[in-house]
Structure formats: structure tokens, C-alpha cells
């Protein structure tokens, strides 16, 4: 009974490891990223980011972090940095890499 529940459990750890899509090297033994430890946040280059059909940062987002306006024609994606846990998630997924860190 105990080493199936040993089993399970690094079944679980292994299957929470390969769905992050964080890169070990951003991780820092205290559990925070290297960029939340710094002070840094996440910005979207308005003049990179194209509102693309993707919406990967929108939607991809674990804690709802990106929202997304439509000024005229163009869609704009915007973070709140009051909601944003510094996953770099968002950072990974955009097609153009206008979302980067910033100090």
C-alpha cells in the first residue's frame, strides 16, 4: 500500500514537471524565479506584439494575468502586474517575442 502511494506520488510530481512549461534554469532553490527575485516584470513591446490571432499570453495565462483591448482595428494585450505571478509563461509563448522581462 505505501509504495503504491509512493508511486502515484512521483507520477504526479513527473506529470507536473513535464506540464510546466517554465524553464528549470528561471528557478531558484527558493522556489521563485530568478526574475521575481530581482524585482523584474513582464512587459509587452506594444510595438512587437501584433494582437496576433494566437493569443497564446491571453490564454495561456495560469492566473488570468493578460487581458486584451481593441483600440480601433488593433487588438492590444496588456499585463497586470497586480495579478501576474512571473511564470514567464506568457514570455514563452508569444510568436514574436514581444513579451520580455524588465527590470
Same mark, same amino acid.
Given at each position: 500500500?505505501?509504495? #503504491? %502511494?509512493?508511486?502515484?506520488? %512521483? @507520477? ?11 524553464? /528549470?534554469?528561471?528557478?531558484? /532553490?527558493?522556489?521563485? $524565479? #530568478?526574475? &521575481?527575485?530581482?524585482?523584474? $516584470?513582464? @512587459? ?10 494566437? &493569443? #497564446?499570453?491571453? $490564454? =495561456?495565462? +495560469?492566473? !488570468?494575468? @493578460?487581458?486584451?483591448? !481593441?483600440? *480601433?482595428? =488593433? ?5 497586470? +502586474? &497586480?495579478?501576474?505571478?512571473?511564470? *514567464?509563461?506568457? /514570455? &514563452?509563448?508569444? +510568436?514574436?517575442?514581444?513579451? $520580455?522581462? !524588465?527590470?
Amino acid at each position: 500500500m505505501k509504495r #503504491n %502511494f509512493i508511486v502515484i506520488a %512521483f @507520477v504526479m510530481i513527473a506529470l507536473a514537471i513535464a506540464s510546466c512549461t517554465d524553464s /528549470i534554469d528561471k528557478i531558484s /532553490i527558493s522556489g521563485e $524565479t #530568478n526574475q &521575481e527575485a530581482s524585482g523584474a $516584470t513582464v @512587459v509587452i513591446d506594444a510595438n512587437v506584439c501584433y494582437g496576433c490571432g494566437y &493569443e #497564446n499570453c491571453y $490564454t =495561456r495565462c +495560469p492566473v !488570468k494575468a @493578460v487581458s486584451k483591448t !481593441k483600440i *480601433g482595428d =488593433r487588438t492590444y494585450f496588456i499585463i497586470d +502586474p &497586480e495579478k501576474c505571478i512571473k511564470c *514567464g509563461i506568457c /514570455i &514563452e509563448s508569444c +510568436p514574436f517575442d514581444a513579451i $520580455t522581462w !524588465k527590470q
